[in-house]
């Protein structure tokens, strides 16, 4: 019995508060059908007009887009030709680099020890090339002299006037000579032979020394730096990152389906979003094979010189698919109420405001597309910056309703 006795009033407590809200028009229900938008519904009216724009109706581009990394044109690894010490790296990640620049040097100690023991051996070499110069001439001079005896001698023997015996004998020392000046002539080129492999060991030894200070190739801008003064520099191993040039480009990855449309040559729109720019690249190399494991190849946009961008930021390549109508608003004209999107259109029946609920879809700085909800050509009120007490903007109903 208690429990009915005070099951009495919290009913018509109830049935008061549904009352109200019903009389409030809460809680009104209205169909909804595919192309009906969700209504809130307003009933105050505005004395004053309140900016307004229209919804438009347009054809649209859908944008494919292609996700990169900004990267310079050329590239180059800074890397020692010999083994050695490191004294000092003298450039860091930034600095721009002007083409000869000093910007590593090694410990040449061991080097110059080398140039000195080649430039010893070389000399050494050409002393050797003098002594045999020295015997090739004693070696000439001793077959002068043998040759001479030698057609003397023949000479007599054929006129009978000396002995075959010493004949033989001067034809020996002939033979002699002959085999000694050959062989001194052998010696010098040997001795030739040795000057020059000396001098090529100079040569290199100078090289060598060279490459202990590391010059830029080129002038570009330092973008790693991986040595510091005490490390070992070996050949292969990279000292510091240089970007050469100016161009840089946006590499990207493209979908299969949509290679056909990239061509080297083609423009396409680059937006990089950490300066919220769009740009205009060339496409200059497709990679002609692709990923297996993404379907996706590399495409090389060249982009124009532009401050503030950065080799490694990201960027997107657009690519246009198709074509399609669409409803545009500016983005001022929406209103979000948690997850939910509205906009404050004019009802010409009505002659006042109301309410709707919208989806949106793609959008930029000027516009926003309307997926459901609007239809074009409604006129659609924009926010005031001063609102009185009794005049309030649609966009403060909207929000209250």
Do not use: C
Request: net charge negative.
């Amino acid at each position: 019995m208690r429990m009915k006795k005070a099951a009495g009033p919290l009913a018509g407590v109830f049935g008061l508060v549904l009352l109200i809200l019903w009389s409030g028009g809460f809680l009104e229900k209205k169909p909804v059908g595919p192309d009906t938008a969700l209504t809130m519904h307003v009933e105050k009216r505005y004395p004053e007009a309140p900016p307004t724009a229209t919804a438009e109706r347009t054809e649209i581009v859908d944008w494919y887009e292609a996700v990169g990394t900004v990267r310079p044109r050329t590239e180059t690894q800074v890397e020692a030709q010999v083994t050695a010490i490191i004294k000092e790296v003298r450039v860091n990640p930034g600095d721009s680099v002007t083409k000869d620049e000093v910007l590593v040097v090694l410990d040449d100690r061991q080097l110059q020890s080398r140039l000195e023991q080649a430039k010893r051996s070389m000399e050494s070499a050409q002393a050797g090339v003098d002594q045999a110069a020295q015997a090739v001439q004693a070696a000439m001079a001793s077959f002068d002299r043998a040759s001479s005896q030698y057609r003397r001698i023949k000479s007599l023997f054929e006129e009978k006037a000396v002995a075959e015996s010493e004949l033989d004998q001067a034809e020996a020392e002939y033979l002699r000579a002959k085999a000694g000046l050959e062989e001194a002539r052998k010696g010098h080129a040997a001795a030739q032979a040795s000057v020059e492999r000396a001098t090529e060991a100079v040569q290199e030894a100078n090289i060598a020394l060279s490459y202990a200070t590391i010059k830029a190739y080129e002038g570009g801008v330092v973008t790693e730096r991986d040595a510091d003064p005490g490390d070992l520099a070996v050949p292969g191993k990279p000292l510091l990152v240089m970007r050469t040039g100016t161009n840089i480009r946006l590499e990207a990855l493209v979908r299969e389906s949509l290679i056909g449309k990239v061509r080297p040559g083609k423009e396409f729109p680059l937006h990089i979003p950490a300066l919220d720019l769009t740009i205009t690249g060339v496409v200059d190399e497709v990679v002609p094979s692709a990923d297996p494991q993404t379907r996706t190849f590399l495409v090389k946009v060249t982009m124009p010189d532009q401050p503030g961008i950065y080799p490694g930021m990201f960027g997107r390549l657009l690519i246009p698919m198709i074509k399609r109508e669409a409803v545009l608003v500016p983005p001022q004209a929406l209103r979000r109420v948690g997850q939910l999107e509205t906009v404050v259109i004019h009802d010409p029946d009505q002659e006042g405001w109301r309410t709707i609920f919208v989806t949106t879809g793609q959008a930029n700085a000027t516009a926003v597309e309307v997926l459901s909800g609007l239809h074009g050509n409604e006129t659609l009120a924009l926010p005031v910056s001063v609102a009185g007490p009794d005049s309030g903007s649609p966009a403060e109903e909207g929000a209250d309703g």
